[in-house]
């Protein structure tokens, strides 16, 4: 199930949320979800109830920066994009977090496929619910654009949703 009318989870501990953003390589399509859903928890004033963390699937990058084109765009549109520190999936990352949300399919796959707490991303996208954000790292700077306009909008809704969830609207 991946529609938009699908409810978050409920979290494992009442009252907070650990949220996980899982793609390949962890240094530009989930560490820009990770700065921006940050960013609009922050905003929603969850910051003390919300946990962000991301991560890759891969291992090719861990320890290491984002993507300087994805930094790049982050930091024009006003985010920090200095803190991300690329890290690779582990399995407890399945047991502890309320929620996964994978970047495209083959991230779903890698998780073990859609169950309750494990979704796409963009399954909160009031656009093109359920598609994939799709791989920048071989394109051009169009590519990272495009993932940041559905980061942002799949973020404003889904900090949306934790407020409704939380109790917090
Ligand atoms: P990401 O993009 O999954 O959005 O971080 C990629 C980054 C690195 C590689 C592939 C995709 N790579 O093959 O190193």
Request: with cysteine.
């Amino acid at each position: 199930m991946t529609s938009a009318s699908a409810p978050l989870p409920p979290p494992r501990t009442p009252g907070r949320y650990r949220l996980a953003v899982v793609c390949l390589g962890n240094i530009c399509r989930s560490p820009m979800a990770h700065v921006v859903l940050e960013q609009r928890v922050a905003e929603a004033g969850l910051a003390d109830a919300v946990e962000v963390t991301s991560c890759g699937t891969g291992g090719w990058h861990v320890g290491g920066p984002m993507d300087d084109r994805a930094a790049a765009t982050l930091t024009a549109a006003g985010y920090d994009a200095t803190r991300h520190r690329a890290r690779q999936l582990t399995p407890d990352w399945l047991e502890d977090r309320d929620l996964l949300l994978a970047m495209d399919e083959t991230n779903l796959a890698e998780l073990g496929g859609a169950s309750e707490r494990v979704r796409l991303f963009r399954s909160f996208d009031p656009v093109g619910t359920g598609g994939e954000v799709p791989d920048p790292y071989y394109g051009g700077d169009d590519g990272f654009e495009e993932v940041l306009a559905m980061v942002e909008r799949t973020s404003t809704a889904l900090a949306g949703a934790l407020q409704h969830l939380l109790g917090r609207a």
